[in-house]
Structure formats: structure tokens, C-alpha cells
Nanobody, 120 residues
């Protein structure tokens, strides 16, 4: 079994910053990629950022230039530094990972989600 555990959500004022972290644990052979998605009330889940390696990342259009994703392979963790937050960033943020098991199969996993609220 594999678990993704997020941390770092909370309430922040507009213009502020937050850092989210996600740690993967369990039966992991390797991790193909890790990322963050978010879902606001009444909206579809959308990509925030994804990282395959330190040189291969992609970001949702609405967060480019404000958010930075990073990954620490040795610890199976991914972090999301969020700057210049605005109320439109309010959502539940989900960690996502494609994890390769010892069997050779790659399986997609999701964390339980962490709430980020941007409000004055």
C-alpha cells in the first residue's frame, strides 16, 4: 500500500504565501512524477503543478510565475511554494503521484487533500 500525506494548508491573507508539502510512503519502487491539483467549490479539479525532474515541470496557467514546485527524490516528497496568493487560489489542494511498484506496474495515487483559504 502507498500513502500520500499532505501538510501546510491554512488561512492566509491576499498577497501572502504558503508552502504545501506531500510525503509518499509505503511500497514504492520508484516515483515517475508528483504534482498538485486543486478543486474549488463548484469547479472541476485542475492541475496546479507537476514535476518529473528538476528540469521538467509544468504549471497551470493561473499559477505561472507565482507558484514553484520542487521534489526531493531521496525523501519521496514534493513541495509547492505559493506566493502572491489571491482569493481565486482558495481550494482544496491534492497531492498526486504516479508510483511504480516492484511488480513494474505504475499506479496513480491521491492524497486526502488540504484546504487553502485566501481571505482578508
Amino acid at each position: 500500500q502507498v500513502h500520500l500525506v499532505e501538510s501546510g494548508g491554512g488561512l492566509v491573507q491576499p498577497g501572502g504565501s504558503l508552502r504545501l508539502s506531500c510525503a509518499a510512503s509505503g511500497s514504492i519502487f520508484s516515483i515517475d512524477d508528483m504534482g498538485w491539483y486543486r478543486q474549488a467549490p463548484g469547479k472541476q479539479r485542475e492541475l496546479v503543478a507537476r514535476i518529473i525532474s528538476s528540469t521538467i515541470t509544468n504549471y497551470g496557467d493561473s499559477v505561472k510565475g507565482r507558484f514553484t514546485i520542487s521534489r526531493e527524490n531521496a525523501k519521496n516528497t514534493v513541495s509547492l511554494q505559493m506566493n502572491s496568493l489571491n482569493p481565486e487560489d482558495t481550494a482544496v489542494y491534492y497531492c498526486n503521484a504516479h508510483i511504480r511498484r516492484a511488480t513494474g506496474f505504475t499506479i496513480e495515487y491521491w492524497g486526502q487533500g488540504t484546504q487553502v483559504t485566501v481571505s482578508a
